[in-house]
């Protein structure tokens, strides 16, 4: 019942930032946690940064806190990930995921709805 559609990925320096926004589709979007998870070439999907639907209360990957901020637009039915001082091992696709319950499984398998993914690369 909830589609997801990534955009906002691309091409970067090292120590650049980069915005990648997410729609959601239902009137229910404000009552499911939001998150990413990215997946490097031969890696498996990792988990990055969650948002709950109701205080908006986050949680990220340590590997990107501080660098990385997820917020989220229930009116208009968006989720964004902020992405500054970039460097190449944040290459990878990113996906838009969601799920009913807050935080989300940092196990890809227990995440319910998933995007499509975006590209995104940050070159040295």
């Known amino acids: 019942q909830v589609q997801l559609v990534e955009s906002g990925g691309g091409l970067v320096q090292a120590g650049g930032s980069l915005r990648l926004s997410c729609a959601a589709s239902?009137?229910?979007?404000?009552?499911?946690?939001m998150g990413w998870f990215r997946q490097a070439p031969g890696k498996e999907r990792e988990f990055v940064a969650v948002i709950s639907g109701r205080d908006s209360s986050t949680y990220y990957a340590d590997s990107v806190r501080g660098r990385f901020t997820i917020s989220r637009d229930n009116a208009k039915n968006m989720v964004y990930l902020q992405m500054n001082s970039l460097n190449p091992e944040d290459t990878a696709v990113y996906y838009c995921?969601?799920?009913?319950?807050?935080?989300?499984?940092?196990?890809?398998?227990?995440?319910?709805?998933w995007g499509q993914g975006t590209q995104v690369t940050v070159s040295s």
């Open positions: 239902g009137r229910t979007f404000s009552s499911y946690a």
């Open positions: 995921v969601a799920d009913a319950g807050f935080p989300l499984s940092s196990n890809p398998r227990a995440i319910r709805y």
